[in-house]
């Protein structure tokens, strides 16, 4: 175990990991590690990349450490950078609950959620912007990489001479959408002012009419992290006996936030329809961001509707020790016959990645970016309505040979577009062109560069 640190707590400065100040409370494998895995060439990339921008100074800015995909993907990505040579700083921002409560609104209506971003919401936003900057979070590093809607705003009031500023979007944001919502575009325009760029996780994410250079780069997972390495038959049996789930039942699971977008009702009728014909047993594990006020209200939802149950297992998963979050996820999605993860709206979907990563069938909707990863009836399957999911949960119950062969399609499909190496360099090479003047706004603001291939869903057999 490679962290020094699994409850890893901001500074008061916000600082989560500082190769500045020598503050490097977790680390990453060793890059000679990832080569039996993504093999020679990879690396290869990965150093002669890293060797053009060596010496860059570079800032994430995210909202929390705790919880959520982009944390996840922070934890190791940054000590990788470390390693290949860039001044890397990762900050967290402060916020109130307000301030949560507002930026979860403007998160739920760019992923196309009716309703409105109100001025008090708007105010809120502002101020809690303009707190942050006080706090002069970039200290003139040459690059600032921002991640998300939260901390969005922050490039209009930090920006400096010779600095570049991306923004990161990871979530299932919709250019339709946002145009018709005049109020929430002139937002979101306004504060887009401040960026060189702008990277989306697949091409339909991208909002065209920014002007900017955009790049797309798909997100990852660390196949050697906690989360994803080999366990053994002792350490699975272990998570499953704390939490009281017997190993001999088949286990249908679904790892996620507890959000409105994740399809866990999805998943709990069809685990029902299925269990009518077929003895199975669901875990729904997830846990509670410090930027997701609303996760609470709907963990208590699931748990209300299922406290009658005994064959559904509902964990709040603390994330206060990180590495144990982690390990029992791993366990958890390990031990399950069948990986859920319908979703309503998504944007990208890592939990679909992991399990696929550990040779699971996976099942999940044929929305956002999904259709990235799964190849109905290839390396998954798509959610057809609870009878017939219901259905596939039986036959892939029934005959699980059947299950190994397609999570060994999609275990392979992973390693060859969705692991840590790859996405480092495709970072590090569009921080090159925005910071070099490669891809200059002023030039190229109609742009965009794609590092994975630009499949057209639309004639993908999306089932």
């Not at 190769?19 to 990965?46: K, M, N, S, W």
């Not at 708007?122 to 600032?144: F, K, P, T």
């Not at 339909?204 to 050697?224: E, G, Q, S, T």
């Not at 409105?260 to 003895?279: C, H, M, Q, Y």
Request: proline share 5%; aromatic share 8%.
């Amino acid at each position: 175990m490679r962290d020094r640190s699994a409850d890893i707590c901001p500074l008061q400065d916000g600082i989560v990991y500082s190769a500045r100040t020598g503050h490097r409370p977790f680390t990453c494998a060793p890059l000679e590690e990832y080569e039996p895995i993504v093999g020679q060439t990879a690396i290869d990339r990965l150093r002669r990349v890293a060797s053009d921008v060596e010496g860059l100074s570079l800032l994430e800015l995210n909202s929390s450490a705790k919880g959520g995909g982009v944390a996840e993907m922070l934890f190791s990505s940054i000590p990788m950078l470390d390693t290949l040579g860039l001044e890397i700083e990762w900050k967290t921002i402060n916020g109130s609950p307000q301030y949560f409560e507002a930026t979860k609104t403007l998160h739920n209506l760019l992923q196309g959620k009716r309703g409105a971003f109100t001025p008090a919401m708007e105010d809120v936003y502002v101020h809690s912007i303009e707190q942050c900057a006080s706090l002069r979070y970039n200290d003139d590093h040459d690059v600032v990489l921002v991640h998300d809607p939260q901390p969005f705003g922050l490039a209009h009031y930090l920006k400096s001479d010779g600095q570049s500023w991306l923004w990161r979007c990871h979530i299932d944001i919709d250019e339709e959408t946002i145009q018709r919502n005049p109020r929430l575009w002139e937002f979101m325009a306004r504060w887009s002012d401040g960026y060189d760029g702008a990277i989306f996780s697949a091409a339909h994410y991208v909002v065209a009419r920014w002007p900017m250079p955009k790049f797309i780069i798909p997100p990852f997972i660390d196949p050697l992290s906690e989360k994803n390495r080999e366990l053994t038959d002792d350490e699975v049996r272990a998570v499953l006996d704390k939490y009281g789930i017997d190993r001999q039942i088949p286990i249908i699971a679904q790892v996620s936030r507890f959000d409105p977008w994740k399809g866990l009702d999805r998943t709990i009728e069809s685990f029902r329809l299925a269990r009518k014909s077929t003895r199975c047993q669901l875990v729904i594990a997830g846990g509670l961001a410090a930027d997701d006020p609303e996760g609470g209200r709907i963990l208590n939802k699931i748990l209300n509707s299922t406290s009658d149950d005994e064959d559904i297992h509902v964990l709040n998963l603390p994330l206060d020790d990180r590495l144990t979050n982690w390990r029992e996820i791993n366990a958890l999605q390990r031990a399950a016959s069948v990986i859920m993860s319908p979703s309503t709206r998504e944007g990208f979907g890592l939990v679909i990645t992991e399990g696929l990563w550990k040779g699971k069938p996976v099942i999940g909707a044929d929305v956002g970016a999904i259709p990235l990863q799964i190849r109905n009836g290839v390396t998954g399957f798509f959610y057809g309505g609870a009878g017939n999911t219901a259905k596939r949960l039986e036959s892939l119950l029934a005959n699980p040979a059947f299950g190994r062969k397609v999570g060994e399609r999609g275990r392979e499909f992973v390693r060859q577009h969705f692991l840590l190496p790859d996405r480092v360099a495709d970072y590090l090479s569009a921080i090159r062109m925005a910071h070099r003047g490669a891809l200059a706004s002023s030039t190229c603001d109609d742009c965009i560069v794609s590092f994975h291939p630009w499949f057209k869903l639309s004639k993908r057999g999306r089932g």
